[in-house]
């Protein structure tokens, strides 16, 4: 391969604006990345925190105890976790106050549940827009810079009274360096958020049976 068509080469050999439109790519392309290892570093976390809480929810424990546990001061509760904190907390304030209708009981532990659900599908859903966006725009980024680019050497080859392969190559592969970039910053972000975006939706459906569960189970405590 010649030296001269090395990618190096080319892209310091590139015009201004399309250097511009390659370093907008990478520095897209680190961000994307950076946010996909954090986020699949929180949505494991998120489901093993769910699929334990599950387990311990359901083993018949005595909820008062699970509460203090979650609520002591050297745990921090996450997730699903947050969400029964403030429904179990929510629905006892509730209940230690008298002549509160149990229905009343029930909805205001509903309430702060759906609240909680919300931010914690909200901090899960952060950054998701961002790599859509690399996704989505990246490739017309990309091809913004090589049409920029192939014009640029279009206009040189005008002064050129014999053009040859030699003196056409160097300049379109400047160009088409800018839309093998905006794939290479489009493809990972768009795996990654449709990856994710699953997780979400199998997440806020588990958190919104377990709402729907345990009003079940606080409407037959408020009522016995």
Do not use: C
């Amino acid at each position: 391969m010649n030296s001269d068509l090395s990618i190096f080469h080319l892209i310091s050999q590139a015009g201004l604006v399309v250097q511009l439109v390659m370093l907008l790519l990478l520095l897209a392309s680190i961000i994307s990345w950076t946010y996909i290892f954090a986020k699949y570093k929180e949505f494991k976390q998120a489901i093993a925190v769910t699929d334990e809480f599950e387990d311990e929810f359901w083993s018949g424990r005595e909820l008062s105890i699970l509460y203090k546990k979650l609520t002591a001061g050297e745990f921090e509760a996450e997730g699903i976790e947050k969400i029964f904190v403030a429904g179990y907390r929510e629905f006892s304030r509730m209940r230690s106050k008298e002549g509160v209708d149990p229905a009343v009981q029930v909805e205001s532990a509903h309430r702060a549940m759906r609240i909680e659900l919300s931010r914690e599908l909200d901090k899960l859903d952060e950054r998701l827009p961002f790599l859509a966006t690399v996704g989505s725009i990246s490739p017309y980024i990309g091809l913004f810079g090589t049409v920029w680019g192939i014009m640029n050497s279009f206009q040189m080859l005008g002064n050129v009274k014999q053009a040859t392969m030699a003196d056409v190559a160097p300049g379109i592969s400047e160009a088409l360096i800018a839309t093998a970039m905006g794939l290479f910053a489009a493809i990972p972000a768009v795996i990654a958020y449709n990856q994710f975006a699953t997780r979400l939706d199998r997440l806020s459906g588990r958190y919104e049976l377990f709402v729907d569960e345990f009003v079940v189970f606080l409407q037959r405590q408020a009522h016995s």
